[in-house]
């Protein structure tokens, strides 16, 4: 049976999902991830890092879809923004965690220690994406039987690498 699938972006950061995805990505505890992000938010160069809102501002949704269109095209833009619901009883007081400035990227910034520049990186790469389109691919699943035996398998081709294009070590 082959039928497509898509995979959509994960929401924008907040505090716990950007602890997460610092330790799964790239090996930091909480502790290293907050003073990192601190740093960074110090220096103006990330919003607010104490967070359980998954909103952006309307402004930060423009010049990401403008960066998109300018820097991939639009094939890689959806024809409305992407918005994402915060869960029940999370205060709404900041927006999620994304760069101050969406056209600025890591490499960009002097004077960052390198833990702080690959966490400044996955925090811009997760904002850009979270504004991109879906990743399209072909999924692929066979069962064999043979006597008392059946074998399956599953496999998935990507057609359209989407949302993949800014997070190409995203798995799920």
């Not at 290293?32 to 740093?39: E, F, G, I, V």
């Amino acid at each position: 049976e082959v039928k497509p699938a898509y995979r959509s972006p994960s929401p924008p950061f907040t505090t716990s999902t950007l602890q997460q995805e610092a330790s799964r990505k790239l090996g930091y505890n909480v502790s290293r991830t907050m003073q990192l992000a601190q740093k960074l938010y110090e220096n103006g160069h990330i919003t607010y890092m104490r967070t359980d809102s998954t909103n952006l501002s309307a402004e930060a949704v423009s010049n990401c879809r403008d960066y998109i269109k300018n820097k991939f095209g639009d094939a890689y833009l959806p024809e409305n923004p992407r918005l994402y619901s915060s869960k029940e009883g999370a205060q709404e007081a900041h927006e999620a965690i994304r760069p101050s400035n969406v056209s600025v990227k890591a490499d960009q910034i002097s004077g960052l220690e390198k833990d702080a520049e690959r966490l400044y990186d996955l925090i811009w790469r997760n904002f850009v994406a979270c504004q991109m389109n879906n990743a399209q691919f072909l999924s692929s699943s066979v069962e064999v039987k043979a006597d008392d035996y059946t074998l399956r398998t599953r496999g998935r081709i990507l057609k359209f690498d989407g949302f993949l294009k800014v997070m190409p070590t995203a798995s799920k």
